[in-house]
């Protein structure tokens, strides 16, 4: 097996989100070298408590959590109660976290980290993007800097807040504007792609048939954002759109891409936060790749097998 891939989760968990660092500290293929908290889903205190409580349930007392900004760059924070609950992570018995953040802010662990090994860490977004925008905007070198960049967020279709715009990107435009006009490579997780990454009830079943406290917690999880993605998006099983970013750092085949340049709206009156995407023949010089299918099975096979793994 080839070494597996460093990346930092920059997430605002969030039950998807809360997958995903499952997902990244279980995957054998990832190397979780930190993870950083963003306001979005909940205000960034619930997120950064919700982010201790995954890492406790899930035995990551290792893994350095760095909290990060408490709204985007310009706009008040809007934040995901409908789907996501009060707490950002409803569903579950609550956890008391005994996982604590370390001192410091998001942006300077993600410029740290990026910086200190130049070329291999990944940075996975799955949250607004104001902490990589930030971190940007310190230190322009991060771009050349890290091994390559993967968010969930956009469309290149329809949107989920608005018909035109994904939540991530919504929340912070100006940020996501910044992230995909620096010069690296920007890997566009959308909703084209994540709705496709449906969680059956039967997928539901066998995660939280695993049985470990882990196992149960992400079942209750998947119980409660199925009941929300119900009510509120009229759809029967709950996309799991944050497991994507990271499903595709750890195994890139199990996604179809399409070369493209990505830019976003920002002023529209209807549109702002739309992920504007513009399909280009490979080779042309985009820095942007967008999603396009994913293998559903196999997914949940890599998501189940990682919370398996953490025991
Ligand atoms: C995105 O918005 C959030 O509610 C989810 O965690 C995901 O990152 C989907 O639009
Ligand atoms: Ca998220």
Redo the contacts with the bound molecule.
């Keep these: 097996m080839t070494d597996p891939r460093r990346i930092v989760l920059d997430c ?6 809360a997958l995903a660092l499952m997902l990244a500290a279980g995957d054998p293929r990832i190397d979780l070298v930190g993870v950083t908290t963003v306001a ?2 909940q205000t960034v205190e619930k997120t950064t408590r919700n982010a201790c409580a995954v890492a406790t349930v899930a035995g990551l007392f290792a893994v350095p959590i760095v909290r990060g900004a408490d709204r985007p760059l310009l706009r008040p924070l809007r934040t ?1 109660a409908e ?2 609950g009060e707490s950002g992570l409803d569903g579950p018995p609550p956890v008391v976290p005994t996982v604590r953040t370390r001192p410091g802010h998001a942006c300077d662990f993600l410029i740290e980290a990026v910086t200190a090994s130049p070329g291999e860490v990944t940075i996975v977004a ?2 607004p993007l104001t902490n990589v925008a930030l971190a940007l905007m310190k230190e322009p070198a991060l771009a050349e800097a890290a091994r390559e960049i993967v968010i ?2 956009g469309a290149y279709g329809r949107g ?2 608005t018909p035109a715009a ?3 990107i919504s929340v912070d435009p100006e940020a996501a504007a910044v992230v995909f006009d620096a010069p690296w490579r920007v890997t566009m997780m959308g ?1 084209d792609v ?1 709705h496709q990454a449906a969680c059956s009830e039967e997928a539901q079943a066998r995660i939280s048939a695993i049985g470990t406290p882990l196992g149960v917690f992400a079942g209750q999880l998947l119980e409660f954002f199925r009941s929300t993605y119900r009510r509120e998006q009229a759809m029967g099983d709950p ?1 799991v ?2 497991p994507c970013a990271v499903a595709y750092v750890a195994d890139p085949t199990l996604f179809e891409t399409r070369a493209a340049h990505v830019v976003i709206e920002t002023r529209g009156t209807y549109t702002s936060g739309m992920t504007v995407t513009a399909f280009v023949a490979s080779g042309e010089g985009s820095r942007h790749d967008v999603g396009i299918s994913v293998r559903r099975d196999a997914l949940f096979d890599a998501l189940t097998a990682a919370i398996a793994a953490l025991g």
């Design positions: 605002d968990p969030g039950h998807d989100d979005g889903n995901a789907i996501h799955t949250g969930m967020g989920n807040v994904e939540f991530n909703l994540t996309p759109h944050d």
